[in-house]
C-alpha cells in the first residue's frame, strides 16, 4: 500500500514555505484544490493539532476529510482545501486516520468502532506528566485495545503544530514511528517523507510508552552541566565575595558591598567559563590514559567517564555561556556609578601629589596583551558553539568537524590560559594579594587547565602518541586472539592478531 501522491513533486517546492496562518493557506491557489486521485486522509479531532496537520496534509497534496462533533462551528479553522464533517462521514473512505484527540476522549469513539474496522489509525497524541506516571499502558496501546479490528501506529507526537505549520525545516526533522505491522508503519513513513519529514523506526507498538515519554523531559542532556555550572559558580562566587567583600569590611572597615551585582558576578563568570572549558577536554586525557594503561580499546570506561565524554558538548556551550555573560559584564564596567567616583578620586589625588603625568609602561602593556588574547579566546570558543549546532555540524565531514571541536578547542583553552597568566602576572607572589590568607581566584582556575595542557604535550611525544594511534587503530598489548575450530579437533588453534 503507498501513500506517495502524484503531485509530490510540485508540493515539495511549496514545502519551502512556511504555513503560518490560515490565510496564507487560503491565499495559495495550490492549496485551495486538491487533485481528485490524491489519497485521501481521515483525521478525527478539531484543535490546535487537528488544524496544523491538516494544513500540513493538504499542502503535501493529500485530500484531507476532518472528523468533528460540531462541523459547522469549526469548518472556518481549517484550510479551505479540507473537508470538515461529521465524524462517521469522515472514517467511511479514508484508510489512514490521525486520531487527534485526547486520551480521556477515545470511548466517545467506540460507536466508530464498525466503521474504523480494517484501517490504519495513527495515534498523535501525548499524555501529561501525571497521566504517564499514572498508566501502565501508552496511550497508542490504550486505543489498540479500543479497536481491535484496526491497526494502530504511534507517530507525529514528537511533533509541536507549530513545525506542522511552519514547516520541517524550522524544527525537528524526525518523526519517530511504531507499530506492531510493517505495512503500517511503512505507509505512515510514506507520508512522513511526503510531508518533509524524516520517519524513525522505533519497532513494536510497545515503544510508544517510551515516544510518549519523549515530550515530556525537559532537556534532559543538560541536567548534570547545568548542575555542574551552577555548582562552579556558587563556590567560585562565594570565595569572590569572601575576598573582595568580607574581607575589607572585617579588616579594614571598608563597606564594599555595592560589588555584589556585578563585579563579583564579573569576576567569578571567567572562572566558572575556564573551568568548563578545561572540564570539556580533562575526560579526553583521562580516557587516553586509561587506554595507553591497558594497551587495548576494547576495554569498556568507568560509567562515570562515559557520562562525562557524552556530556562534553553540553559543558563547552556552558562554558561559552559564561565566557559571553563576562564579556557583556566587563563592557558594563565604566558604565557603573562606582566606577566614575573611582576616576575623580583618583583623579584628585593625583593632583594632590603634584603627578602631571601618570603612565607605568608595564601595566599599559600586560592590559593590551590581556585583552587581545581574551578576544581571541572568545572568538574562538565562538567558533566552537556555532559548529556545535546540528545544521553546521551536518555539513561538516569528520575531519572538519574533529578539527575544530579537537585542535581548535584545544587552541582556545591555551589562549585562555595565556589570558588568565596575563592577567595575574606577578600578582600571584604579592602578599597583599593573600586575604583572609586565600590565594586569588585565578591560581584556583589554573590547576585543571594545566594538568589538561602538559597531558596533552605528553601525547605529543613521538613514543606516546605513535602507541596511542596504534591502540586506536585496533592494536592491542596482548592480542594474539585463539580461535578454535570445533569441526575438526585436528586443526591446530588459530591466532589472529587484529
Not at 603612565?359 to 565562538?382: C, D, K, Q
Not at 594579594?433 to 587547565?449: G, M, W
Not at 613521538?462 to 580461535?483: H, N, Q, T, V
Amino acid at each position: 500500500m503507498s501513500y506517495q501522491p502524484a503531485v509530490a513533486t510540485k508540493m515539495s517546492r511549496e514545502m519551502d514555505k512556511p504555513l503560518i496562518s490560515l490565510h496564507l493557506v487560503d491565499s495559495d491557489t495550490s492549496l485551495a484544490k486538491v487533485p481528485d486521485e490524491a489519497p485521501k486522509v481521515g483525521i478525527l479531532g478539531s484543535g490546535d493539532f487537528a488544524r496544523s496537520l491538516a494544513t500540513r496534509l493538504v499542502s503535501s497534496g493529500f485530500k484531507v476529510v476532518v472528523g468533528s462533533r460540531n462541523p459547522k462551528r469549526t469548518a472556518g479553522l481549517f484550510p479551505s482545501a479540507a473537508q470538515v464533517t461529521f465524524q462517521e462521514e469522515a472514517v467511511s473512505s479514508p484508510e489512514v486516520i490521525f486520531v487527534a484527540v485526547f486520551r480521556e476522549h477515545y470511548s466517545s469513539l467506540c460507536s466508530l468502532s464498525d466503521q474504523l474496522a480494517g484501517k490504519i489509525l495513527v495515534d498523535v497524541s501525548n499524555p501529561t506528566e501525571q497521566e504517564h506516571l499514572q498508566h501502565r499502558e501508552s496511550n497508542a496501546e490504550y486505543l489498540a485495545s479500543l479497536f481491535p479490528t484496526c491497526t494502530v501506529v504511534k507517530a507525529f507526537n514528537v511533533i509541536s503544530a507549530w513545525t506542522l505549520q511552519a514547516g520541517p525545516r524550522d524544527g525537528n526533522r524526525q518523526v519517530p514511528i511504531c507499530s506492531d505491522q510493517p505495512e503500517a508503519k511503512r505507509a505512515v513513513s510514506e507520508m512522513a517523507i511526503t510531508m518533509g519529514f524524516m520517519p524513525v523506526d522505533m519497532g513494536s507498538l510497545a515503544s510508544a510508552r517510551e515516544m510518549e515519554a519523549m515530550p515530556l523531559r525537559l532537556l534532559p542532556a543538560w541536567k548534570v552541566p547545568t548542575l555542574l555550572a551552577l555548582g562552579l559558580f556558587i563556590c567560585f562566587y562565594a570565595y569572590n565575595f569572601v575576598r573582595d567583600v568580607l574581607q575589607p569590611y572585617v579588616q579594614e572597615s571598608k563597606n564594599k558591598f555595592f560589588k555584589l551585582p556585578v563585579s563579583v558576578v564579573n569576576t567569578t563568570l571567567p572562572c566558572v567559563a575556564y573551568v568548563l572549558l578545561s572540564l570539556v577536554y580533562l575526560p579526553g586525557v583521562l580516557a587516553a590514559t586509561l587506554q595507553l594503561r591497558r594497551g587495548t580499546k576494547y576495554h569498556r570506561f568507568p560509567d562515570w567517564l562515559d557520562h562525562w565524554l557524552q556530556h562534553r558538548k553540553q559543558i563547552g556551550l556552558l562554558s561559552f555561556f559564561c565566557a559571553a555573560l563576562h564579556a557583556l559584564y566587563s563592557f558594563c564596567l565604566p558604565l557603573r556609578r562606582s566606577h566614575r567616583y573611582d576616576l575623580v578620586n583618583l583623579a584628585v589625588k593625583q593632583v594632590l601629589a603634584n603627578k602631571s603625568h601618570l603612565w607605568v609602561e608595564e601595566e599599559v602593556w600586560r592590559m593590551e596583551i590581556y585583552l587581545s588574547l581574551g578576544v581571541l579566546a572568545l572568538g574562538t570558543l565562538s567558533l566552537l558553539a556555532v559548529t556545535s549546532l546540528p545544521s553546521i555540524a551536518n555539513s561538516l565531514n569528520w575531519r572538519e568537524f574533529s578539527f575544530v571541536q579537537s585542535s581548535l578547542g584545544f587552541v582556545a583553552l591555551v589562549l585562555s590560559t595565556l589570558h588568565t597568566l596575563t592577567y595575574g602576572w606577578t600578582r600571584a607572589f604579592e602578599e597583599s594579594r593573600y586575604k583572609f590568607y586565600l590565594p586569588p581566584t585565578f591560581t584556583l582556575t589554573l590547576l585543571v587547565p594545566c594538568v589538561v595542557i602538559l597531558a596533552k604535550a605528553l601525547f605529543l611525544l613521538p613514543f606516546i602518541s605513535r602507541r596511542l594511534a596504534r591502540i586506536r587503530r585496533g592494536w592491542e598489548r596482548d592480542g594474539a586472539i585463539k580461535f578454535t575450530l570445533p569441526t575438526d579437533n585436528s586443526l591446530a588453534e588459530k591466532t589472529s592478531h587484529v
